[in-house]
């Protein structure tokens, strides 16, 4: 079993929808979270980085941990054209970091 | 602050040719990771040193991959002799130790 799981998609939305990006992962001790934004040729982008259990929003994009069952989403409010890209879910301990394989996103305008 | 530059951004070269990948980290970012990323699959770690050591290296191909950190700030990554497969992006990463890692752009090889 991978460390962190993610559906690959790809996903397909039209603008102004709410998008909803889901990973889950094994490992218990994990405590921090982290989305990136990966644009085609381009290397990630760190997006939303959270510790522990709860929300953390910033503009349009909300991060949201369950610890209890280990789920990690992001939620995509108002979607825009310019949120094409690949979201990259992934967690550390200490310096290791282990990452989801990707979900593809594409907003149709 | 200026973010981890790497160059060159694109490669392709045949197979059974050598290649060096170069990183210059976020300055005070003493974690450097090397990873390689294959189209459609998340990044994949190849190798992370703290400081001018390595910490792990349990999936480089050490057959043909080989990386310093000779002054614990900027890094190269060689492939030789490449092969086909090793065609995808490498990325390197740096952090702080504590906190999230940020990625350079990205080379592109492609191996023909």
């Known amino acids: 079993q991978k460390e962190v799981e993610q559906d690959p998609g790809p996903l397909s939305v039209p603008e102004g929808a709410i998008v909803s990006l889901n990973c889950t992962y094994s490992n218990s001790a994990f405590q921090y979270f982290m989305w990136y934004r990966q644009y085609s040729r381009k290397g990630p982008e760190l997006l939303m980085y959270t510790y522990s259990s709860g929300n953390k929003e910033d503009g349009r994009f909300t991060a949201q941990v369950d610890k209890s069952s280990k789920y990690i989403s992001l939620f995509i409010r108002d979607s825009q054209p310019s949120d094409s890209a690949t979201y990259l879910c992934a967690s550390h301990t200490g310096n290791q970091f282990y990452f989801g394989t990707g979900t593809s996103l594409t907003v149709i305008p | 602050e200026a973010g981890v530059a790497q160059s060159p951004r694109y490669k392709i070269i045949e197979k059974r040719q050598s290649v060096a990948f170069w990183c210059n980290p976020i300055s005070g970012h003493a974690t450097l990771y090397w990873y390689q990323q294959i189209l459609g699959q998340g990044p994949k770690l190849l190798i992370q040193?703290?400081?001018?050591?390595?910490?792990?290296d349990s999936q480089l191909p050490k057959d043909r991959f080989s990386a310093e950190r000779l002054k614990g700030v900027d890094s190269t990554l060689k492939i030789q002799p490449a092969k086909l497969e090793d065609s995808a992006v490498y990325l390197c990463?740096?952090?702080?130790?504590?906190?999230?890692?940020?990625f350079g752009q990205g080379t592109r090889l492609t191996v023909v």
């Open positions: 040193f703290q400081n001018n050591g390595v910490v792990d």
């Open positions: 990463a740096s952090s702080l130790g504590q906190g999230s890692a940020f």
